[in-house]
């Protein structure tokens, strides 16, 4: 075993910081992706889950990380430093994730995980490994509106230094709604799990949902998983993932990624938990652009997506 295999996580990122670069994309079955992941991805169709596994599945600055804190504490009867256990990408691993050695690849780390496992992915759904639909594994989608969507990703292209640079913001949008972007088009993201829900028993959430009402939220998010927990735990729990204190949760906030992978100067992962930011980014021509466009791609699905609360 080579003594990369003892790095920690942070320390692993550490090491390989000269290997990081704005990494270009290149499509897998016309959804670009990072070229690592492009190249390992032959090895991630080929993942086989246990029938236990959770995959929680979203378009990237969905919620997702929120979710994942949510499920890890619901599994964990509402444990607050069971779950300061590891970053959240070592409790809950990124299944498609491949980065320069010796960061270990999503694949390396559940590898190493028993199952149980909460699964991390942003693959649209014609990606995601059969084995998951073939195991019958529990599916939870957590989609946001596609603006406030699209601002939180511009914000993140800019402090997440290994993806490609966002360049101005009005380009920006046009990439969004031209599916550029990595992992390729929100609204055939958003759709795909949607037209599968009843039949693979995905549970669909909504960001939005998530901030309005979160204890209904965590609540369904628990039947789902076949959990009753009390009272005194589901509050907790609504109170351990409000965003102010995950945003201070060390294990959480993705400080553990360091320079130069993430500036979090530039801008914080958890930059602000809101609905409706996009109105401080779109001006009216953007938007009337944006929602014409938006029309016609939405028009044969009835996703009811809310832009404010
Ligand atoms: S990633 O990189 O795709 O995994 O990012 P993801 O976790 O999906 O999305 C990050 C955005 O989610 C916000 N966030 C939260 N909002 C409300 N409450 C809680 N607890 C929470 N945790 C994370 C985070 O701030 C990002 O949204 P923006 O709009 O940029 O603030």
């Known amino acids: 075993m080579s003594e990369d295999k003892e790095l920690s996580f942070s320390d692993a990122i550490k090491k390989a910081s000269s290997s990081f670069t704005r990494f270009p994309l290149i499509p897998v079955k016309g959804i670009p992706l990072m070229n690592h992941i492009t190249n390992n991805y032959d090895a991630v ?34 444990d607050a430093e069971i779950c300061k256990r590891a970053p959240i990408p070592v409790r809950s691993p990124f299944l498609e994730i491949c980065s320069p050695p010796p960061i270990p690849s999503g694949l390396d780390l559940l590898k190493k995980t028993d199952p149980p496992r909460i699964i991390k992915t942003h693959l649209p759904f014609q990606l995601v490994p059969t084995g998951f639909w073939e195991n019958k594994c529990k599916v939870i989608y957590v989609a946001r509106n596609a603006k406030d969507n699209l601002v939180s990703y511009f914000h993140f292209d800019q402090m997440n ?39 693979r028993n995905i549970l669909y959430l909504f960001y939005e949902d998530m901030k309005a009402n979160p204890r209904r939220e965590v609540e369904r998010i ?88």
């Open 45 to 78: 169709a080929a993942f086989c889950p246990d029938p236990s596994d959770l995959l929680i599945a979203t378009y990237p600055k969905a919620g997702t990380t929120w979710t994942q804190e949510i499920v890890d504490l619901l599994l964990h009867n509402g």
């Open 161 to 199: 230094l290994t993806q490609p640079d966002p360049g101005p913001w009005e380009g920006y949008i046009h990439k969004f709604m031209r599916g550029e972007l990595a992992w390729g088009s929100w609204y055939d993201h958003v759709k795909g799990y949607w037209k599968e829900q009843e039949k």
């Open 222 to 309: 628990m039947r789902y998983l076949d959990l009753s927990l009390s009272d005194d735990v589901i509050s907790r729990i609504v109170e351990l993932t409000s965003f102010k204190k995950m945003k201070e949760n060390p294990m959480a906030n993705y400080t553990f990624i360091p320079h130069p992978v993430f500036d979090q100067s530039i801008s914080a992962f958890m930059r602000k938990g809101e609905v409706g930011d996009w109105k401080n980014y779109f001006t009216p021509e953007q938007s009337a652009e944006f929602d014409e466009d938006y029309e016609k791609k939405m028009k044969n699905v009835n996703i009811p997506f809310r832009t404010q609360l």
